[in-house]
């Protein structure tokens, strides 16, 4: 299966002629088309973007505060029962 995505959608964009002229200098350079080279480098760039605001990275303190939030996720919490237990009854009562 080709990994070579087939052309559907269009993006129209205006620039300077100078930014159009150092785009086109870059493509050449880099042995591309315009079209290749600016949806190479815009799809690359939305990845790096992507990647960063959808990771979270953490300090060794910070993991393992994590990982203790997690540990203590099942331990008991007579508020939090209580309240499920009043919203039960609630409902129950609405029927």
């Not at 605001?53 to 990982?67: G, H, P, Q, V």
């Amino acid at each position: 299966m080709s990994t070579i995505a087939q052309a559907h959608e269009r993006i129209d964009l205006r620039t300077s002629p100078e930014i159009k002229e150092l785009i086109v200098r870059a493509a050449t350079t880099a042995g591309m088309s315009v079209s290749a080279f600016l949806l190479g480098t815009a799809q690359e760039r939305a990845k790096q973007i992507l990647a960063e605001s959808e990771m979270i990275t953490l300090t060794s303190r910070d993991w393992s505060a994590f990982a203790k939030a997690l540990d203590n996720a099942d331990k008991p919490r007579p508020k939090l029962s209580a309240a499920m237990k009043r919203h039960r009854d609630w409902q129950q009562d609405k029927s």
